[in-house]
């Protein structure tokens, strides 16, 4: 016989939309508080390598990040995983020790927005906490790993990374790592082609990576995972999957989204695919594409640099001088294609396996949800397009948080 905790039974009747629609911000008008549903949840949202520690991204303040706790506040999002990315490099011993170093730098700034803002944000290690910080009128930091190279091919640091608060794993980014292959193997460098032969999916590693975050309760995530590895961790892992940030590959042909089988597939399991608003993943624009790439090489040189270093030139001036003038000729995709990926995946999927996802200061942003002062906007498009309260209610957290419950679950049994 199943055991279901109280929070399990809450979790359950806020994915079945039975809840009555959650209290909003201290502040919100009457307009607002009748669109909110229980919870918003973003579950990837990217911070810089300095975060809090330079002025310029103290996110108590208003700030040129497109998620600080003001636009949080003032959009009605209520709860991010604040993402602890670092770039893949060479799998070897000088590799992974920096890897380390560069995931300690975002934990400790994690560290230093609860400390410096505990009346605003609190951690959330589990969902009860997320809802009860919601009720409390205050946001959630919930924290997930983007690329498992930074756990430096020790399986000690994933426990580790468990006691600091990440409750999801992503297994690779871009580029083959030592726990699997990805949707975008650096082929440039001799990585075999997805879906090739040479694509051998996950290794011993990973496997043993899935079976610890089963054990402690930590989500398996497979966004950026090559179509191989995402199979493996379907057969591997003992809970339910996330794909945190992900699109439709039936809608946009793109590596990084999911075909319809797989979408079946993490549906069949219990998981949930977090629908994600990225220029690229959901408009196909080569011209804009280029004319990032000239501006960015641009603003580089400017500023005496061999090449663009997104934390030091994204917030620049002429970054957003430069960005602005592109969107006149080459425009972002909308909220109406937003809501198309989400459409599609809610029919392939089903409605309760289906969530947001933003990747906000991580290229993420479109037009209408352009940073997260800007969420109600995602609210009001999926009402516009016939979805009902339950339905956003399941979406936008009922869903994630289902699904992070059962992994809870699944460790203690």
């Given amino acids: 016989m199943k055991h279901f905790s109280p929070h399990t039974l809450m979790l359950g ?7 009555a629609f959650g209290q ?30 330079e002025p310029r991204f103290d996110v108590g303040k208003d700030t040129r990040l497109l998620v600080d706790l003001g636009k949080m506040e003032r959009g009605g999002l209520n709860a991010a995983f604040f993402v602890i990315w670092v770039p893949q490099g060479p799998l070897t011993p000088a590799g992974y020790a920096k890897a380390v170093r560069q995931a300690e730098k975002k934990y400790e700034g994690i560290e230093r927005m609860l400390m410096r803002y505990p009346d605003r944000i609190r951690l959330a290690t589990t969902p009860a906490q997320a809802m009860a910080n919601r009720r409390a009128g205050l946001l959630s930091a919930m924290i997930g790993i983007e690329n498992s190279y930074s756990l430096g091919h020790d399986i000690h640091r994933l426990d580790a ?4 608060g990440a409750r999801y794993v992503g297994l690779v980014h871009v580029g083959d790592n030592d726990l699997c292959t990805s949707s975008l193997p650096d082929t440039k460098y001799g990585e075999p082609a997805m879906n090739s032969a040479g694509d051998k999916g996950m290794s011993a590693f990973g496997r043993q990576v ?17 179509d191989r590895c995402v199979r493996d961790a379907l057969a591997y892992s003992k809970a339910p999957i996330i794909a945190s940030h992900s699109g439709a590959r039936a809608v946009l042909d793109h590596p990084r989204n999911l075909p319809d089988d797989l ?9 949930v695919i977090q629908a994600v608003a990225y220029k690229e993943f959901l408009k196909h624009d080569p011209g804009r594409e280029a004319a990032e790439k000239k501006l960015q090489d641009a603003v580089a040189k400017a500023h005496g640099d061999a090449e663009y270093d997104s934390d030091k030139d994204d917030y620049l001036p002429a970054m957003a001088r430069g960005m602005a003038e592109i969107e006149k000729t080459y425009p972002l ?71 992070w419950g059962e992994v809870e679950r699944d460790a203690q049994r």
């Fill in 24 to 53: 909003p911000a201290a502040g919100a008008t009457q307009t607002a508080r009748l669109a909110d549903p229980p919870i918003t949840i973003d579950t990837h949202v990217d911070i810089p390598f300095t975060y809090m520690r």
């Fill in 263 to 271: 979408l079946r597939a993490i549906a069949a399991k219990g998981g």
């Fill in 210 to 226: 899935v079976a610890r975050a089963n054990q402690l309760g930590m989500m398996v995530d497979i966004s950026h995972a090559s």
């Fill in 333 to 403: 995709p909308t909220l109406d294609d937003y809501v198309k990926q989400i459409r599609h995946m809610v029919q392939v999927a089903g409605i309760d396996h289906v969530g947001i996802a933003s990747d906000f200061d991580g290229g993420g942003g479109i037009t209408g949800w352009k940073d997260a002062s800007e969420t109600r906007n995602v609210t009001m498009a999926l009402r516009h397009a016939g979805f009902s309260d339950a339905d956003i209610a399941k979406i936008w957290g009922g869903n994630l948080l289902r699904v």
């Fill in 161 to 164: 990374a468990y006691d600091r």
């Fill in 13 to 19: 009747a806020l994915a079945s939309g039975l809840l």
